[in-house]
């Protein structure tokens, strides 16, 4: 069997390329019936990744330790599963103060491919490959594929790569788990159905995917101590609206005044967690670091003194 045929099997029976019955028709029907058949399928989503938790929960566990370790979470996806690996990559400095480094998304096709297809890109392992060794991959690293289909050769190359050089690997796919046969530490696999347009993976695919995303680097970043309560206290303050949200996360939390939340922050360097352990635990901003030092940067525990 040639290769092209080879492609042509593999692709006819995976759950994202097959018809869905319940669009069968969607080409006659009025806008507002087109819109309810695309809702209705969608809302299938959050109960559908819902019962990954088990898995998610794990991924989480492997991103944490890599991140206490000095280590990076790298994602590795191609069409709209590396560009929802890249936005969720590049959110995570301006809401959690991470440095840029911390949370990578690499597309097959490089940063073109964000905004322009590069059809072919993501049809040879060895391009995945080359951006892990190129990203510098070590064993303290945790490496995320995503591929809707879970074949993509850009994305598998890329998690094959990594596991060799040690790192710990994800993989997000929507085709079923006893389907699945690549060797990662964890598989996340929401099944979400045939798309309302077949194989149009943009769609509940995408929806999935990006749920799963949100839910590791949320859940990590807060497994690190990047929320307090349930506000982003490490955020930068690098626009406006992230300086007044600065000064409304310093007041609601503390009950100060406007003028007090700007004068705290000001004297804290714009670090938000600096200034909430300076106000609620009654300290100077030397003694105030120092607890954040000794709490790992856990503002409760700064707070209350627990080290």
């Known amino acids: 069997m040639d290769s092209s045929k080879k492609i042509f099997?593999?692709?006819?029976?995976?759950?994202?390329?097959?018809?869905?019955?319940?669009?069968?028709?969607?080409d006659s029907k009025s806008t507002i019936e087109i819109l309810r058949i695309i809702s209705d399928e969608d809302k299938l989503i959050p109960f559908v990744v819902e019962k990954e938790?088990?898995?998610?929960?794990?991924?989480v566990e492997l991103v944490v330790d890599s991140f206490k370790k000095g280590g990076r979470l790298l994602y590795f996806g191609a069409g709209t599963s590396g560009r929802l690996g890249v936005v969720d990559a590049a959110e995570c400095p301006p809401t959690y103060g991470t440095p840029h480094e911390m949370v990578q998304g690499?597309?097959?096709?490089?940063?073109e491919a964000m905004f322009t297809a590069q059809e072919g890109a993501e049809d040879k392992e060895v391009n995945g490959e080359n951006d892990v060794i190129k990203a510098n991959v070590t064993h303290i690293d945790t490496v995320c594929g995503i591929a809707a289909s879970r074949r993509t050769p850009y994305v598998i190359g890329a998690v094959k790569k990594a596991r060799k050089l040690g790192a710990k690997t994800i993989y997000i796919t929507c085709n079923p788990r006893n389907e699945f046969n690549l060797d990662v530490d964890v598989a996340i696999c929401p099944v979400v159905g045939p798309e309302v347009i077949m194989g149009s993976t943009r769609m509940k695919s995408g929806t999935?995917?990006?749920?799963?995303?949100?839910?590791?680097?949320?859940?990590?970043?807060?497994?690190?101590?990047?929320?307090?309560?349930?506000?982003?206290?490490d955020l930068q303050m690098t626009n406006l609206k992230l300086v007044e949200r600065s000064k409304r996360i310093v007041m609601t939390i503390?009950?100060?005044s406007y003028e007090e939340a700007e004068k705290y922050l000001k004297e804290a360097g714009g670090h938000?967690?600096?200034?909430?352990?300076m106000i609620k635990a009654g300290v100077s901003y030397q003694e105030?670091?120092?607890?954040?030092?000794?709490s790992e940067g856990?503002?409760?525990k700064a707070i209350e003194g627990i080290f």
């Open 9 to 26: 099997e593999e692709i006819k029976n995976l759950q994202t390329e097959q018809r869905n019955p319940k669009s069968m028709d969607i």
């Open 272 to 277: 938000v967690k600096t200034a909430l352990v």
């Open 53 to 59: 938790i088990d898995y998610i929960a794990q991924a």
């Open 208 to 233: 999935a995917q990006k749920l799963v995303l949100n839910m590791i680097t949320t859940t990590a970043m807060i497994r690190i101590g990047k929320v307090y309560e349930n506000m982003m206290i």
């Open 254 to 256: 503390t009950g100060v």
């Open 288 to 294: 105030a670091k120092r607890r954040l030092n000794l």
């Open 298 to 300: 856990f503002v409760r």
């Open 106 to 111: 690499f597309i097959a096709g490089g940063k």
